[in-house]
């Protein structure tokens, strides 16, 4: 199994910045890409971005490519998601999750670990 924890979500005002992290430990030798995903209140789980594990490729929700970027840090099993320029709609909360099979997906059924979640809320 994988088990992933994610920090660095919080209350900023719109126009901040934040960077999500995501620790994966366990048989993480396993992951093929680990992705990030969000939700809002009232909405269903919405595709962020994801990134390979090992070559570090990466795609982007078309809609949140230019403020958002993510990268990872091998050595820390860590996955990164920088977020600039905050809006209010982008308050939810972000998942990050671990697939283990090609291709790579947009897909949140197609992940198979999830971690627990971290609370961003932008203010107007």
Same mark, same amino acid.
Do not use: H, M
């Given at each position: 199994?994988?088990?992933?924890?994610?920090?660095? /979500?919080?209350?900023?005002? $719109? /126009? /901040?910045? &934040?960077?999500?992290?995501?620790?994966?430990?366990?048989?993480?030798? !396993?992951?093929?890409?680990? /992705?990030?995903?969000?939700? $809002? +209140?009232?909405?269903?789980?919405?595709?962020?971005?994801?990134? !390979?594990?090992?070559?570090?490729?990466?795609?982007?929700?078309?809609?949140?490519? *230019?403020?958002?970027?993510?990268?990872?840090?091998?050595?820390?099993?860590?996955?990164? &998601?920088?977020?600039?320029?905050?809006? +209010?709609?982008?308050?939810? =909360?972000?998942?990050?999750?671990? *697939? &283990?099979?090609?291709?790579?997906?947009? !897909?949140?059924? &197609?992940?198979?670990?999830?971690?627990?979640? !971290?609370?961003?809320? =932008?203010?107007?």
């Amino acid at each position: 199994q994988v088990q992933l924890v994610e920090s660095g /979500g919080g209350l900023v005002q $719109a /126009g /901040g910045s &934040l960077r999500l992290s995501c620790v994966a430990s366990g048989r993480t030798f !396993t992951t093929y890409a680990v /992705g990030w995903f969000r939700q $809002a +209140p009232g909405k269903e789980r919405e595709f962020v971005a994801t990134i !390979t594990w090992s070559s570090g490729y990466s795609l982007y929700a078309r809609s949140l490519e *230019g403020r958002f970027t993510i990268s990872r840090d091998t050595a820390k099993n860590t996955v990164y &998601l920088q977020v600039n320029a905050l809006k +209010p709609e982008d308050t939810a =909360v972000y998942y990050c999750a671990a *697939g &283990l099979r090609q291709p790579l997906s947009t !897909t949140a059924a &197609l992940y198979d670990y999830w971690g627990q979640g !971290t609370q961003v809320t =932008v203010s107007s």
